[in-house]
């Protein structure tokens, strides 16, 4: 190493240090944001939780409008009305149009399929229904605390997904369409199903004689917390359409929550969030509301949706960049990132191997120097 490259490397190194110096403020400073969005996440949750809470034992049913309101507020408060309306207001439409669609397939088709999932489920269940295997092996009557559990992860069907939504809203607004357009992506492709191949749940199956007698766990339960005829209200305004099994959303939507939240995670126990949509899966089979094969179909749905989403975001970025890689060709323009830490890095080794970067090129494409000292 010459005398000339020693100087290089002192310059380079006293440009690190300033930039590092400029950098330390942003960093301080993202971290003092940091602890009241830990805060506002702490207390999304609990709003979350004392709204369902409530909603179970007044109403025995939850819906996603019902917690638009809170949200809300909570947006105005940190001076984020306007947008929250702006960023929400088409996902929530689509969203309750979705639900109201859905409602309706009763009347748009009525030509109820009652056994062929049936038989499926007893060849996933080796002779038998899955439902009535895990019932026979498990269930207790009355508020047992499986049942308990299972009757509180069905009803929050809409709770996380939207809580979910809002977190990522307010942290990256890309995360949160990316979310969205997944969540209402696998929402209209199970409508289409629905509407297609509308067909009796184990429940329904069982209460007409086409599999053996089961019990609807998630309904018997409720009624032992809130009164039984507020349930049955309650369920026959607001719950699920009867005949619109398959896919299970309720197994598609939390794979979707755990796929989301498992691509922004780099812990090693990110592994972990696929429990949940693998307990959502168990729930919705043992009490009765889904076959095994319905909630294979919406974990593959949900995968399906999420990597769509992906691809096309992923294409629409390599679009943008080639579109910002032949405008800065035109131009002839310096590239930004020379004049960041990782430029300088770039030019420092180019400069000790012997190369030259060509003004106006893409950093990563040098052209080794001649003896001569020109350019080939």
């Known amino acids: 190493m010459g005398q000339a490259d020693h100087v290089l490397l002192s310059r380079c190194l006293w440009r690190c240090v300033l930039l590092e110096r400029l950098e330390s403020p942003v960093a301080r400073t993202s971290r003092l944001v940091r602890r009241p969005r830990v805060a506002l996440i702490i207390g999304v949750i609990a709003y979350f939780l004392l709204v369902t809470v409530y ?6 049913w939850t819906t996603p409008d019902l917690y638009v309101p809170g949200l809300l507020l909570i947006a105005i408060v940190v001076g984020r009305g306007r947008r929250f309306v702006r960023d929400w207001l088409p996902f929530l439409v689509l969203l309750l149009a979705y639900e109201s669609l859905r409602g309706a397939v009763g009347s748009l088709n009525d030509r109820v399929h009652w056994t062929i999932l049936a038989h499926l489920d007893s060849v996933l269940g080796f002779g038998q229904p899955v439902t009535e295997r895990l019932q026979a092996l498990l269930y207790r009557p ?8 299972v ?8 709770v996380v997904p939207l809580a979910v939504a809002f977190v990522l809203w307010w942290t990256d607004s890309r995360a949160y369409w990316r979310f969205a357009s997944a969540l209402l992506l696998v929402s209209f492709a199970g409508f289409v199903f629905f509407l297609v191949f509308p067909a009796a749940p184990p429940w329904m199956a069982s209460a007409d004689g086409y599999i053996a007698p089961v019990h609807r766990v998630v309904t018997e339960t409720l009624s032992t917390i809130v009164h039984p005829g507020l349930v049955a209200y309650a369920w026959s305004r607001v719950g699920s359409n009867p005949v619109a099994p398959f896919p299970s959303l309720h197994a598609a939507w939390p794979t979707l929550v755990a796929l989301t939240l498992w691509s922004r995670s780099r812990s090693r126990w990110r592994w972990l969030l696929f429990l949940y949509p693998a307990f959502v899966g168990f729930a919705v089979v043992y009490a009765a509301e889904h076959y095994l094969v319905d909630v294979l179909a919406g974990y593959a749905f949900a995968v399906a949706a999420f990597a769509i989403v992906e691809w096309v975001v992923q294409r629409g970025q390599a679009r943008a960049r080639r579109t910002a890689t032949a405008r800065l060709i035109e131009t002839g323009g310096e590239p930004v ?3 960041g830490a990782v430029g300088v890095w770039r030019s420092l080794v180019a400069r000790l191997n012997g190369v030259q970067e060509v003004p106006g090129s893409n950093p990563g494409t040098p ?3 001649s003896a001569s000292g020109t350019r080939r």
């Open 55 to 60: 909603l179970i034992r007044e109403s025995g």
């Open 142 to 149: 009355g508020a047992d605390p499986l049942n308990l559990a």
């Open 151 to 158: 009757s509180l992860i069905y009803v929050l069907h809409f």
């Open 337 to 339: 990132l020379r004049f």
């Open 367 to 369: 052209t080794r120097a």
